[in-house]
């Protein structure tokens, strides 16, 4: 079964609670895009509100509907080390760190180290690897539980076209080639029209932003695209 999730890219905490609502009726998981303005251009939650974060850390505050939503972080962070166990203390059951970014093997390493602290963490830790990217951007890191291919040139936008060159989908092919049982997610660009090209390649899960959360009807989209990455 093909997983199809949500992505959110709030802009404040009233916004990510607003967006969790629409999606909640329908969405067993979501993705957060989290931007600190120097990976990628312009900030998101909670760069540009830090309080709400910090209540949640301290577990004075949850995530939005946490008891039935499984919350997955996209960090496009400069220095994922320095923030990362604040993500897991968030209540994160999915880390997606970007090869690119600096500081990205030493967030690996410390997220392992979490899982050994008697099991209490079951955090899964991805990374994301850009549509112009290669299967060799993984080398000298822990080998990761997923990879995620980003289909758009610019990361931290929603609403951009998929990948024109299909860099990135030959980059999916060439994972699953070298990686036979590895998950691999998409996002960005994932419409109807390319998602059972996607999964065809080799993706195993989709992450949807614009293609959701746009549309008149979310849910009757999200539908859509789970049927569409399904059939046969």
Avoid: C
């Avoid at 967006?19 to 540009?48: C, L, M, N």
């Avoid at 919350?71 to 970007?98: Q, T, W």
């Avoid at 955090?123 to 990879?147: C, R, W, Y």
């Amino acid at each position: 079964m093909i997983e199809v999730v949500p992505a959110i890219l709030p802009k404040s905490w009233d916004e990510l609670v607003e967006e969790v609502e629409r999606v909640r009726p329908f969405a067993k998981s979501v993705q957060i895009d989290i931007v600190d303005g120097h990976f990628a251009k312009g900030k998101t939650w909670p760069y540009k509100d830090r309080d709400t974060f910090d209540t949640i850390i301290k577990q004075e505050h949850g995530l939005p509907h946490w008891e039935e939503v499984d919350f997955e972080f996209d960090l496009m962070i400069n220095d994922p080390a320095v923030e990362v166990k604040h993500y897991a203390h968030a209540g994160a059951s999915r880390l997606v760190l970007h090869a690119a970014s600096p500081g990205v093997a030493a967030a690996l390493n410390s997220l392992s180290e979490m899982r050994e602290e008697g099991g209490e963490y079951t955090i899964k830790a991805g990374v994301a690897l850009a549509a112009h990217a290669g299967p060799h951007d993984l080398e000298g890191l822990e080998q990761p539980d997923f990879v995620q291919v980003m289909g758009i040139e610019h990361e931290g936008r929603q609403g951009e076209p998929f990948d024109p060159d299909k860099r990135a989908l030959f980059l999916i092919e060439r994972l699953r080639r070298m990686y036979p049982t590895m998950p691999i997610q998409v996002d960005g660009g994932v419409r109807a029209e390319n998602i059972k090209m996607l999964v065809d390649a080799g993706a195993t899960r989709i992450i949807a932003g614009s293609a959701i959360l746009k549309a008149d009807d979310p849910q009757a989209a999200y539908q859509e695209l789970v049927r569409l990455a399904n059939s046969q």
